[in-house]
């Protein structure tokens, strides 16, 4: 098995070493992640500057591993189409620091990442550990080797990839896998207002995590109650149920 | 009616000035746009520096404008949540410089700040002109008031949006208004490698659209038919009907 690994916290980040080094017994390892912290960049890419790919010594390993100066979807492309010579057969983006659940895979540089893989046609898992304080990534990369076996024995449909998010806890303290839909997540009193030395004034995004309902079956309440979270995800953005609605409008250019 | 503007192609593109005038007519005006060309980037936020806004004088206009040093989703949230101190009832995005048709709107900072406009739970609409060359956004200006008239009488339901691309052409010229569903954009050859004057290589993000069947019903159909296409879109990534079947893989955590 030939496994491209990424990540949107850099190259550098624990989540994706522990990652590289587990996925190690399922195959041959290429890691390609952008050179610094890249989250919350979206499924953004780098149009109006050129991406330099540099051959980097990846920890104490000897996996090839170039860090980009691009996004985390930067890197899934240049890898795949430039920088690595063997055909890929799974695309894994993470561990990523921090949960990405509900409504905010939109902003995750980590599932992007793992969308590009799949729009690119591979199959694509995006793994988060859900939590920003004493992270422990064992559990979450021990959990990897056992997906990227079923995804090999059980492919992936067409345009589609599974998004995981794991709890912070040891082995014994989670309450099983679930598979999930996407919750809602929102959040209030987003923007924190300063003011510079200068007496300009500059706003920090900030904002708290409002408690909306989310229900069993969503991976938000999965998390919560320290379940692995499994949501399989797509890209296709149309709505389309509401497409006989907008007809009936019968909007034309007079 | 009050109408929010915000862009990727930055606050001082010709796009942005020709929408906000066009829609002048149907209330008050909002222009909350990049300070600077921030095409592709997605649904990028920026969390790790500060944003500034800085009020500007919008080209001959009056309007109410600031020029803020992220990205289009960073404006909108920005506008809704610190700038605008009235109440928005809808927000349009664009006119984009180029089509975002497909699979690209995955890569749009144009509809990204549409669906940030949706996500906040604002009726909001993407525009752009499907073309690069000798454009002229008059016509396109023109139908989104159209839109913005149509909205306001029929409202979208919550997490919904239009992405609306408009052919580059006289009025006379365009064939129709399609309700279309997403097509496939694909691309190949997408990296072009170079050597700079140190020996040491980069790569700059090119490619050529692949040719896909994209059949009738397709926003690529109708754009290449002459056609206006709306697209409905929403952003709930959850894949539904792949959620039994993932269940059946009866995944543990040994």
Request: aromatic share 8%; hydrophobic share 40%.
């Amino acid at each position: 098995m030939k496994i491209l690994i990424t990540n949107d916290d850099g190259i550098y980040a624990e989540g994706i070493y522990k990652l590289a080094c587990s996925l190690k017994r399922m195959g041959n390892i290429y890691v390609v992640a952008p050179d610094r912290q890249r989250s919350a960049t979206g499924h953004a890419i780098t149009m109006h500057e050129p991406l330099r790919a540099e051959k980097i010594k990846f920890f104490d390993k000897d996996f090839d591993a170039w860090a980009v100066s691009g996004t985390p979807t930067d890197c899934v492309k240049l890898a795949i189409e430039a920088l690595v010579k063997e055909k890929i057969d799974i695309v894994f983006s993470g561990i990523n620091k921090g949960p990405n659940l509900g409504t905010d895979v939109l902003y995750s540089g980590t599932v992007s990442a793992a969308i590009e893989g799949a729009i690119l046609g591979y199959p694509a898992v995006a793994v988060s550990l859900a939590d920003f304080k004493n992270v422990n990534y064992d559990v979450a990369a021990e959990f990897c080797c056992i997906v990227a076996d079923i995804i090999s024995k059980n492919p992936l449909p067409p345009d589609t990839l599974l998004n995981i998010n794991i709890p912070n806890c040891k082995k014994e303290n989670i309450k099983g896998v679930d598979v999930t839909t996407l919750g809602v997540r929102k959040y209030k009193n987003s923007f924190i207002e300063r003011i510079d030395p200068r007496g300009q004034s500059y706003y920090w995004l900030g904002g708290e995590v409002i408690d909306e309902k989310n229900n069993e079956g969503t991976d938000i309440y999965s998390i919560k109650n320290n379940c692995i979270s499994i949501t399989p995800i797509h890209f296709d953005l149309t709505k389309f149920d509401l497409i006989e609605q907008v007809k009936k409008w019968n909007i034309q250019i007079k």
